[in-house]
């Protein structure tokens, strides 16, 4: 089992940043891809970021690359998500998720991954 927390979230205006953190603890952080995801009012939860269980490779949806950057700590067990000139369709749930030596495109799908956080709100206003 792996359990994971979010936190960092909270209220912006647009343009502005805000950094997520996601505190994992369980088995061996160093083997799990680690995701964020997010979720809108009445919408599906959407693939945001993921990165590599070494932290060498990243892959990001269309609508936040170059904007959102992801990181990971394996000493500190924790995976970031920097979040710079947000917008408000940025508004959402954000999710920390992880799964076992997984990559590919796969791992932009919410069923490729064994664990999920709780979630953080990000809102971002104009």
């Known amino acids: 089992q792996v359990q994971l927390v979010e936190s960092g979230g909270g209220l912006v205006q647009a343009g502005g940043s805000l950094r997520l953190s996601c505190a994992a603890s369980?088995?061996?952080?160093?083997?799990?891809?680690m995701g964020w995801f997010r979720q809108a009012p009445g919408k599906e939860r959407e693939f945001v970021a993921a990165?590599?269980?070494?932290?060498?490779?990243?892959t990001y949806a269309d609508s936040v690359k170059g904007r959102f950057t992801i990181s990971r700590d394996n000493a500190k067990e924790a995976v970031y998500l920097q979040m710079s000139s947000l917008k408000r369709e940025d508004t959402a749930v954000y999710y920390c998720?992880?799964?076992?030596?997984?990559?590919?495109?796969?791992?932009?799908?919410?069923?490729?991954?064994?664990?999920w956080g709780q979630g953080t709100q990000v809102t971002v206003s104009s």
């Open positions: 998720c992880a799964v076992g030596l997984r990559w590919g495109a796969a791992v932009r799908s919410t069923s490729e991954y064994d664990y």
């Open positions: 369980g088995r061996t952080f160093s083997t799990y891809t």
């Open positions: 990165i590599i269980w070494s932290g060498v490779s990243t």
